[in-house]
C-alpha cells in the first residue's frame, strides 16, 4: 500500500520535471540546433525521473522501518535503529505509542481475565445481562441453580436460562431505571438475597445479578426462634405451677392438713421439671458450642451395663422388661460421661413410652468398621410424619404423655449431638403401635476385641 501510494508524487515530479524540458525545448527552437535541444531536453527528464525514483526509494525504505518496527513490538520485540532524520524520530514516537497502548491494552485484559476468574469460582450465582436481556456473563453457580450445562454461548437470552419471573422483573427494572433493586428469592426451593445493579460506565451496557443463598442463615433463624420460643414455654409451665400452689399455701393452704402435702409434693415435682430442663439445656449447650472432651477408649460393655443399673428401678416400676444380650466386647473411642448418657436417654425414653409388660431389648452387632447398639422397644411407636424431626430440640410426638413422664423434650437432641461429636451416627425405625428401634453407629478402636 506505502509503495502504491509513493509512486503517485514520483510519475507527478517525473512529468513536471519531463514538460518543463519540452517548453525549454520550444523556445530554444528558434535560436539552436534541434536534435541538440532535444538530447538536453531528454537528460533533464532522466535527470528528473532519476531524482524522484531516489526520493520514492527513501521514503518508501523508512516507511518497511516504520512498518517494521511497529510489527515488532506487537510481537513484543524491541527493536532500536539509530534515529538518523525527521523519519527515524517519526517511527521511534509511533513505537512509543504503539507500546504505551499495548500496555494499556494488556493490563485491560489482565484484570479482565482476574475478575472473570473470580466471579467464575464464586459461591454466588452472577449473570450480566445486555440492554436487550441477552446474557453476556453467567457463572457455574447461577448456571447451576438454573439447571443449565456449560460452556453458555454468549448472547442467549436470559428467559431461555433463568425461568424466575421475580428475577427478570428485577433486571428489566434495573435497565429501564438505571437504579439498583434488592429483594429476597426464592428459586429450587432454596431462599436467595438478590441484587441487581446497573453496569459502570454507559447506562446503556446492561446489567448484573448476584443471588446470596441464605437457606442455611434462614434455617438457623428459624431455629433460634423457634428454640427461644420453646423454652420459654416449657419454663412457663412448671413455673406456673409452682407460683400457683405457692400462692395457695399461702392463702390458707397450709392450715388445710388434707391437701398441704399434696401441694408441697406438687411443688417439689414442678420444681425437679424446671431443674432437669436447665441441666438439659446447660448440656446441650455444651455439646453445640464447647469444646469436645478428648476421647478415650470406652469399653462398650461396661458403659452399657451401667445405664442399663440406671433405668432399671423406672423399668420395674413400669412393669417394663430389659433384656441384655451377651456380645463380644469392642472398645470405641469415646467420653465416658457422655456416652453414657446416650444410652440413659435412649433406655429411659424405651420404658417411658413403653406399654406394660412391655420390653426393652439392647443387640450390639458389627457392621463394617462400626459397632452398632440397637436399642428396641415393643412400645406405642412413632408416627412417620414426626419421624424427621424427633431429633430437635424440645420436640415431642405426645406432648401430654411426655409432660406427664417428666420429660424435657431434650433427650433425644442430646443423644444426636453427643454421638456426632463422638465420631458417630444415629438413626430410628418405627411403626406406630409396633415399637420403635434407634441405631447408635460408633467406630471402634483400632484392635478393638477385648481379652475376656
Given amino acids: 500500500m506505502l509503495r502504491v501510494t509513493a509512486l503517485g508524487p514520483i510519475i507527478l515530479g517525473s512529468a513536471v520535471l519531463i514538460g518543463f524540458s519540452f517548453l525549454i525545448m520550444r523556445l530554444a527552437l528558434q535560436e539552436s540546433d534541434t536534435g541538440a535541444l532535444l538530447v538536453t531536453a531528454l537528460l533533464i527528464g532522466l535527470a528528473g525521473f532519476a531524482i524522484s525514483w531516489f526520493i520514492y526509494g527513501s521514503v518508501n525504505r523508512d516507511a518497511r522501518e516504520i512498518r517494521r518496527r511497529v510489527e515488532g513490538l506487537l510481537r513484543s520485540e524491541r527493536p532500536f535503529v539509530p534515529e538518523r532524520d525527521e523519519m527515524s524520530a517519526l517511527a521511534s514516537s509511533l513505537e512509543v505509542a504503539a507500546r504505551q497502548v499495548r500496555v494499556v491494552v494488556e493490563t485491560s485484559q489482565r484484570e479482565s481475565s482476574r475478575l472473570e476468574a473470580i466471579l467464575s469460582s464464586m459461591v454466588e450465582g452472577v449473570v450480566a445481562v445486555d440492554p436487550l436481556m441477552r446474557i453476556t456473563f453467567l457463572n457455574r453457580a447461577f448456571a447451576e441453580l438454573n439447571g443449565a450445562a456449560l460452556p453458555i454461548e454468549a448472547g442467549i437470552p436470559l428467559v431461555q436460562i433463568a425461568r424466575d419471573h421475580a428475577l427478570l422483573e428485577m433486571l428489566t427494572s434495573v435497565l429501564a431505571t438505571g437504579e439498583r433493586v434488592q429483594k429476597r428469592l426464592v428459586i429450587s426451593s432454596r431462599t436467595f438475597e438478590a441484587q441487581t445493579v446497573p453496569l459502570a460506565g454507559d447506562p446503556h451496557r446492561g446489567a448484573i445479578a448476584m443471588l446470596y443463598d441464605i437457606t442455611e442463615i434462614e434455617r438457623l433463624e428459624r431455629v433460634r426462634k423457634d428454640f427461644v420460643a420453646n423454652v420459654s414455654h416449657e419454663l412457663r409451665t412448671p413455673l406456673a405451677a409452682v407460683c400457683g400452689y405457692a400462692e395457695t399455701l399461702l392463702e390458707g393452704g397450709l392450715e388445710d392438713p388434707q391437701n398441704n402435702r399434696k ?116 412400645g406405642v411407636g412413632i408416627p412417620s410424619r414426626d419421624l424427621p424431626r424427633i431429633f430437635e430440640r424440645f420436640y415431642r410426638v405426645d406432648k401430654a404423655r411426655s409432660r406427664a413422664t417428666g420429660g424435657t423434650g431434650l433427650g433425644l437432641a442430646i443423644v444426636k449431638h453427643a454421638v456426632e461429636q463422638m465420631g458417630g451416627s444415629v438413626s430410628v425405625e418405627s411403626r406406630l403401635g409396633q415399637g420403635s428401634v434407634f441405631t447408635v453407629a460408633l467406630p471402634p478402636v483400632e484392635d478393638n476385641t477385648l481379652a475376656n
Fill in 263 to 378: 401441694f408441697a409434693e406438687i411443688i417439689l415435682s414442678k420444681a425437679r421439671q424446671l431443674t432437669n430442663i436447665v441441666t438439659d439445656l446447660l448440656i446441650l449447650s455444651s455439646l453445640e458450642s464447647g469444646k469436645p472432651p478428648v476421647p478415650q477408649p470406652i469399653s462398650l460393655r461396661e458403659s452399657l451395663e451401667s445405664a442399663v443399673r440406671t433405668v432399671e428401678p423406672v423399668a420395674r416400676i413400669r412393669g417394663v422388661k430389659l433384656t441384655f444380650d451377651e456380645f463380644e466386647d469392642v472398645r470405641v473411642l469415646a467420653h465416658e460421661v457422655r456416652l453414657e448418657q446416650v444410652w440413659v436417654n435412649l433406655l429411659d425414653n424405651a420404658v417411658k413410652f413403653n406399654r406394660s409388660e412391655g420390653e426393652v431389648a439392647i443387640e450390639v452387632v458389627r457392621d463394617g468398621g462400626n459397632a452398632l447398639v440397637k436399642v428396641k422397644d415393643n
